[in-house]
């Protein structure tokens, strides 16, 4: 956690010492880092710190990141194990399969539903349609229920290993 908090203090300074940031000094900034390092200060406690007593706002997104953004092997091994004791891998990979696969799906049903639509204008069954009853609401409607009864046809008759 020391390292951590180091290396977001680190990624803090620049704006310290910046002429178009806070314009401090580099002794003024070091002064203020080392305020906060000899602190047992929270994350929480020291972006209240900074905002109240230099008007900095947003530095716990710089602490966080580096909080959440950097581990050891320990740290990201014990992470790892408490996940999969909560859930198998293949739930993990499931879920974004998942989510891979609705945006595919998604985007896939309005460009097969246009791709259906010029082909059927190529082939004359747009002349055809305009000698029947059916409105292009219906038209349409048709069209999606279809791929979707598809859709629902090969989900049913998948293979569950």
């Not at 945006?103 to 349609?129: C, K, N, Q, S």
């Amino acid at each position: 956690m020391i390292q951590m908090l180091e290396e977001g203090l680190k990624a803090i300074r620049p704006a310290l010492v910046a002429e178009d940031g806070f314009g401090m000094s580099e002794q003024e900034a070091d002064e203020v880092l080392d305020t906060v390092r000899n602190s047992d200060m929270t994350i929480e406690e020291i972006d209240r710190y900074m905002e109240e007593n230099y008007h900095y706002l947003g530095v716990d997104s710089y602490l966080e990141e580096y909080e959440y953004g950097r581990a050891d092997l320990e740290e990201t091994n014990a992470w790892i194990r408490q996940k999969l004791e909560e859930h198998p891998y293949s739930w993990y990979l499931a879920r974004k399969f998942t989510d891979a696969l609705s945006l595919f799906v998604g985007f896939g049903t309005a460009i097969l539903l246009a791709f259906l639509f010029l082909r059927d204008t190529r082939r004359d069954t747009y002349e055809l349609l305009h000698t029947k009853p059916v409105s292009a609401k219906n038209y349409v409607l048709g069209k999606a229920a279809g791929l979707l009864f598809l859709a629902v046809w090969i989900w049913k008759r998948r293979r569950v290993y």
